[in-house]
């Protein structure tokens, strides 16, 4: 089976009788999220009121769609969306009774395969995978859905070889340096060149073109890692067997690294599509223009410790006194690379040299699983969840949470996520632990994880987001400034608050929060007056604790110097969870 599974699949389910298969697809695909209608009440992770908006947002936002309907409900729902079926997600409807998968779009872009994954789960309901595309039933493989560690270097060739191979015509099968299995696992009878398996020798520098002339067929698959510019009727593929070792002095410009990882490929002759990660020392890890340079080529970063690249000190072309000085090991570029591309992988590219920076290849027989060697750039999502009610949770948090493997936050709030943390390790603390919370996250992401905060409302209205910001800037911990964070809006309570009222904040609003652990409250004060005075819409956060029982009322003292007595004040509680009250009182 060709293809990545999708990950972060939308199970949404439409009537009744879908629920029971819901549940099970579910437990089938790990990282799920089940969709239900909010009128009929169910185990849902998220409820939903109108489905053709909800399917709309999570196709927009990239999650794989599995739909328990009809396959015309989904077509019609994403029709208008259309745009580029490469950066589409697929969509899959899955017949109600369980009998059939059917890849409604993005069949090669983890459709088909998605599909072949429900029919196997449900073998036991009699469910086939209904795949369409040509390509999958005649040949055994899709040539536009190479499996992981495999790039197109011209996609707009897959059409006419796809074709040729369809009619029964003879394609080539040219391999060089690197054996592409999966294309002989399907009913193709490649045509053999005559002249010999590598009719067209790599190029040692510069850029090389492969055509009809080179071989006795008409058009041919070439697989290799060298820079070439392929004839119309030619399909060429990169096994991602290259590793781009790179080294610097701190903060090197990014532009001087890419144009000398650019220079060392083009006088090699190497197409960067054949690298499959950029890889360095630990010191490094925080270094912006290593990782603008991975962001670039679409790749991911790993990170190797001094005594790993110690270990390939034998192997090094020169031993580096400076390197040795400022990191302990005597090559970064060229050790990184020879880590990564395991012990029969080669020096392809011997150590280059700019002004502040190294660059080194290697080359391993096989494509490479950046995730089997070294270590990965932490990632820190910052996730908003909203009030609590998984309808108000965006599918941008959804997609983040379920992307994570270590989850933190308070622990009313992670009960709240439910099913959508289900599996990934939990790190509940009590209220009040809010720095320690902050502090654990960065940690476990600095430690190369992906991890997700959970924040309540949205992270960044007085939320977590701030606080984890603030320590990044005041610690200035070089582990933390390598996490790659994000933040994802959620759904404030001002917001959920002002949606059950009407529309208050239609017009223009401030928002204060009457905690004074942080700020004093004279300047609180001066701020609810400013408002008062200003005649703004006034949304108050943190109103009353035991700590401060009074300052709800000296608040309201305040706004009625300049404000009518029967000024509506809401006061909302629990909004989007159980116990939610919200009530409407005269300002005296």
């Given at each position: 089976m060709t293809g990545v599974v999708p990950q972060g699949t939308a199970i949404v389910v439409l009537g009744p009788g879908g629920a029971g298969l819901g549940y099970r697809l579910r437990?089938?695909?790990?990282?799920?999220?089940?969709?239900?209608?909010?009128?009929?009440?169910?185990?849902?992770?998220?409820?939903?009121?109108?489905?053709?908006?909800?399917?709309?947002?999570?196709?927009?936002?990239?999650?794989?769609?599995?739909?328990?309907?009809?396959?015309?409900i989904l077509v019609r729902a994403v029709a208008p969306l259309l745009d580029d079926k490469r950066a589409e997600?697929?969509?899959?409807?899955?017949?109600?009774?369980?009998?059939?998968?059917?890849?409604?779009?993005?069949?090669?872009?983890?459709?088909?395969?998605?599909?072949?994954?429900?029919?196997?789960?449900?073998?036991?309901?009699?469910?086939?995978?209904?795949?369409?595309?040509?390509?999958?039933?005649?040949?055994?493989?899709?040539?536009?859905?190479?499996?992981?560690?495999?790039?197109?270097?011209?996609?707009?060739?897959?059409?006419?070889i796809a074709a040729a191979l369809l009619a029964g015509e003879p394609v080539a099968l040219i391999e060089q340096g690197a054996s592409a299995d999966w294309l002989r696992t399907g009913t193709v009878s490649w045509a053999v060149p005559a002249s010999s398996p590598h009719p067209n020798p790599p190029p040692q520098a510069g850029e090389g073109r492969v055509g009809a002339s080179d071989r006795n067929t008409a058009h041919a698959v070439l697989v290799t890692d060298r820079c070439i510019s392929p004839n119309a009727d030619t399909l060429v593929f990169?096994?991602?067997?290259?590793?781009?070792?790179?080294?610097?002095?701190?903060?090197?410009?990014?532009?001087?690294?890419?144009?000398?990882?650019?220079?060392?490929?083009?006088?090699?002759?190497?197409?960067?599509?054949?690298?499959?990660?950029?890889?360095?020392?630990?010191?490094?890890?925080?270094?912006?223009?290593?990782?603008?340079?991975?962001?670039?080529?679409?790749?991911?970063?790993?990170?190797?410790?001094?005594?790993?690249?110690?270990e390939e000190t034998e192997r090094l072309t020169v031993r580096s006194q400076a390197a040795f000085r400022a990191t302990g090991c005597w090559g970064v570029a060229e050790g990184a690379a020879l880590a990564a591309a395991g012990p029969d992988g080669i020096l392809i590219v011997p150590r280059r040299q700019s002004r502040g920076a190294t660059c080194a290849l290697a080359q391993a027989p096989a494509p490479l699983d950046a995730a089997s060697f070294g270590r990965p750039r932490g990632r820190l999502a910052i996730v908003g969840i909203g009030p609590g009610d998984p309808a108000w949770r965006t599918p941008e948090a959804s997609a983040l949470l379920a992307a994570a493997d270590d989850v933190v936050g308070y622990r009313l709030y992670l009960d709240l996520l439910g099913r959508a943390i289900a599996g990934k390790r939990r790190h509940a603390s009590a209220i009040g632990q809010e720095s320690e919370r902050a502090r654990l996250a960065l940690d476990l992401a600095a430690a190369g994880g992906a991890v997700a905060l959970v924040s309540s409302g949205d992270a960044g209205i007085?939320?977590?987001?701030?606080?984890?910001?603030?320590?990044?800037?005041?610690?200035?911990?070089?582990?933390?400034?390598?996490?790659?964070?994000?933040?994802?809006?959620?759904?404030?309570?001002?917001?959920s608050a002002a949606a059950r009222l009407g529309a208050p904040l239609g017009h223009d609003f401030c928002v204060i929060s009457l905690s004074d652990l942080l700020t004093?409250?004279?300047?609180?004060?001066?701020?609810?007056?400013?408002?008062?005075?200003?005649?703004?819409?006034?949304?108050?956060?943190?109103?009353?604790?035991?700590?401060?029982?009074?300052?709800?009322?000296?608040?309201?003292?305040?706004?009625?110097?300049?404000?009518?007595?029967?000024?509506?004040?809401?006061?909302?509680?629990?909004?989007?969870?159980?116990?939610?009250?919200?009530?409407?009182?005269r300002l005296d």
């Open positions: 437990d089938l695909l790990p990282g799920a999220e089940l969709f239900g209608p909010s009128a009929r009440p169910g185990d849902w992770d998220a409820a939903y009121d109108r489905v053709m908006p909800l399917l709309g947002d999570l196709f927009m936002a990239g999650r794989p769609i599995v739909g328990v309907s009809a396959a015309g997600p697929p969509v899959v409807a899955l017949a109600e009774d369980g009998s059939a998968a059917v890849p409604v779009l993005g069949g090669h872009q983890g459709g088909n395969t998605l599909a072949r994954i429900i029919a196997a789960g449900l073998r036991d309901l009699g469910c086939v995978a209904a795949i369409t595309t040509a390509g999958d039933l005649r040949l055994g493989f899709a040539l536009d859905e190479p499996p992981a560690g495999w790039r197109i270097a011209n996609p707009d060739g897959v059409k006419p990169h096994p991602q067997v290259l590793a781009l070792g790179i080294g610097c002095k701190r903060f090197c410009p990014a532009e001087e690294i890419a144009a000398l990882a650019r220079d060392s490929l083009a006088a090699a002759g190497l197409a960067s599509g054949a690298i499959a990660a950029v890889v360095s020392i630990e010191l490094k890890s925080d270094e912006p223009g290593i990782h603008a340079l991975a962001e670039a080529l679409g790749v991911p970063t790993r990170f190797f410790p001094t005594a790993r690249l110690l007085y939320g977590l987001a701030a606080l984890v910001f603030e320590l990044l800037d005041r610690e200035g911990q070089r582990d933390w400034s390598a996490v790659e964070v994000t933040v994802a809006p959620g759904v404030s309570a001002m917001q004093p409250w004279p300047r609180i004060h001066a701020r609810i007056e400013a408002a008062a005075a200003g005649d703004f819409v006034v949304a108050l956060y943190n109103p009353r604790s035991s700590r401060r029982p009074g300052h709800l009322a000296e608040a309201a003292g305040l706004l009625l110097a300049h404000r009518r007595p029967d000024t509506p004040v809401a006061i909302a509680r629990n909004l989007g969870r159980a116990g939610e009250t919200c009530r409407v009182l």
